[in-house]
Nanobody
Framework: QVQLVESGGGLVQPGGSLRLSCAAS????????MGWYRQAPGKQREMVAV???????NYADSEKGRFTISRDNAKSTVNLQMNSLKPEDTDVYFC???????????WGQGTQVTVST
């Protein structure tokens, strides 16, 4: 059974940093594209950053230069370092894994990130 568990969310002031972590179990992470998505109430979930099995990274335009995604296949983890946070970064952030061969998608339960004074 695939399980993704996020951690690291919380409250931070504008300009601050947070590091989100996602621990995957039940998968061989090396064969999965991993990523982070965000979702506001009443809105569609949208991509923040993804990292492929070849370590190719893609970012949403609003996050380029501020966020960095990384993965550790040996530990089956994917991390999102978020710097220079803005109030508009406030959302629930979800960890995502997609098995490349089948297209099967898996999601974590989400972690709240709040950027506010």
């Amino acid at each position: 059974q695939v399980q993704l568990v996020e951690s690291g969310g919380g409250l931070v002031q504008p300009g601050g940093s947070l590091r989100l972590s996602c621990a995957a179990s039940g998968i061989t992470s090396v064969i999965y594209t991993m990523g982070w998505y965000r979702q506001a109430p009443g809105k569609q979930r949208e991509m923040v950053a993804v990292i492929t099995t070849y370590n190719t990274r893609n970012y949403a335009d609003s996050e380029k230069g501020r966020f960095t995604i990384s993965r550790d296949n040996a530990k089956s983890t994917v991390n999102l370092q978020m710097n220079s946070l803005k109030p508009e970064d406030t959302d629930v952030y979800f960890c995502h894994a997609r098995r490349v061969a089948t297209g099967n998608d898996y999601w974590g339960q989400g972690t709240q990130v709040t950027v506010s004074t």
